[in-house]
């Protein structure tokens, strides 16, 4: 029975970088593919080893956090939440009146773009 093995074709930007693997995979007597494999190997260890490096130093400084300085994270952070609560809303609503008993849409009055007429189509 014969092995399934998935393929990844790899194209090479640079030239000078496909001689080069030819050259090193022909003096380490290994195939290009196993080359490349290697080097795909370490270059993920080193990655993943900074990644958890950052992840430890991160829940270090968590844990280092003592429950009065959590406590004046959440204070702070509903202080900021009131505070932008308090501010006026970026968008102020503005009613549209019709003095002429109907909402103006059936009328003829000012609708130019129909959205009175729309919710009054609603409304029925």
Do not use: C, K, W
């Amino acid at each position: 029975m014969s092995e399934t093995r998935s393929v990844f074709p790899l194209r090479f930007r640079d030239e000078r970088l496909r001689e080069l693997l030819r050259e090193v995979a022909a003096r380490e007597h290994i195939s290009q593919n196993e080359l490349i494999e290697q080097a795909i190997r370490h270059e993920l260890a080193i990655r993943a080893a900074r990644v958890a490096g950052e992840l430890v130093t991160a829940a270090r400084r968590l844990a280092e956090l003592s429950g009065p300085a959590y406590d004046e994270i959440v204070t702070q952070s509903i202080e900021d939440f009131v505070a932008g609560e308090a501010a006026p809303e970026p968008l102020q609503a503005h009613a549209l009146h019709d003095h002429s008993g109907g909402t103006g849409a059936a009328e003829g009055g000012s609708d130019p773009l129909g959205v009175l007429a729309a919710f009054e189509a609603g409304a029925r």
